[in-house]
């Protein structure tokens, strides 16, 4: 069973303190991304990664920063939280593949809250 | 560029009801299309998928056809239960990465 697992299902944090939020994918999937919901606007693309060391910005970048130093691994980081960065933050992969269609895996989301 | 429309929710349904929501999407070329499921406290998971005009994609008993013509990928099922309360997620895949719809909540009353 393919799977993507995140380190933290909730998580609170206080304003100004630095975030991380990991995910594995056991895969070996070439693709990851983070992505966050919030109620009303769906998913919004933070940022994604096509390989190890290399990352593009999404949708909405501002504020993160993410790292990719492992296939299977892939970090999205809060220098700073702040309370508009509460949200359900989603991990998926995807493989290049097979030309099937790009079909994401996505884990079970991280609910963090900052206070 | 390219985008996906859904219908907007809450959809509120009967069990046993007919369900259609709707996806319409602006493409260039022929995209795979998609339909994801969120159930309530969970990560997204595939539904269903298409990846080439006229395919039909189904799952649990739920169905959705690529239509080419319309610009569509609506979502069916002939019946539906309490148990498919839910978001549901239209998509299509451009440049390596998926192009998402709002999203739709349906909630199916007993």
């Known amino acids: 069973d393919v799977k993507v697992t995140q380190s933290s299902r909730y998580l609170v944090k206080r304003t100004g303190e630095k975030v991380f939020l990991e995910c594995v994918q056991d895969m070996d999937h070439e693709n990851m991304f983070w992505y966050r919901q919030d109620p009303g606007l769906g998913l919004r693309l933070i940022y994604f990664?096509?390989?190890?060391?290399?990352?593009e910005k999404g949708d909405i970048p501002e504020g993160y920063s993410v790292s990719r130093e492992k296939k299977e691994r892939f970090s999205l980081i809060l220098e700073s939280a702040s309370t508009n960065q509460t949200s359900m933050y989603l991990c998926a992969s995807s493989t290049t593949g097979t030309g099937l269609g790009y079909e994401q895996y996505f884990g079970p989301g991280t609910r963090l809250t900052v206070t | 560029g390219n985008s996906v429309t859904q219908m907007e929710g809450p959809v509120t349904l009967s069990e046993e009801a007919f369900l259609t929501i709707n996806c319409t999407y602006t493409a260039t070329g022929y995209p795979s299309l998609f339909w994801y499921v969120q159930y309530p406290g969970e990560g997204l998971q595939l539904l269903l998928k298409a990846t080439k005009a006229d395919d039909k994609g189904s799952n649990k008993g739920f169905e959705a056809t690529y239509r080419k013509e319309t610009t569509s990928f609506h979502l069916e099922k002939g019946s539906v239960q309490v148990s498919d309360s839910a978001v549901y997620f239209c998509a299509l895949d451009s440049n390596y990465q998926l192009i998402w719809g709002a999203g739709t909540k349906l909630i199916i009353k007993p």
């Open positions: 990664s096509y390989d190890v060391k290399m990352k």
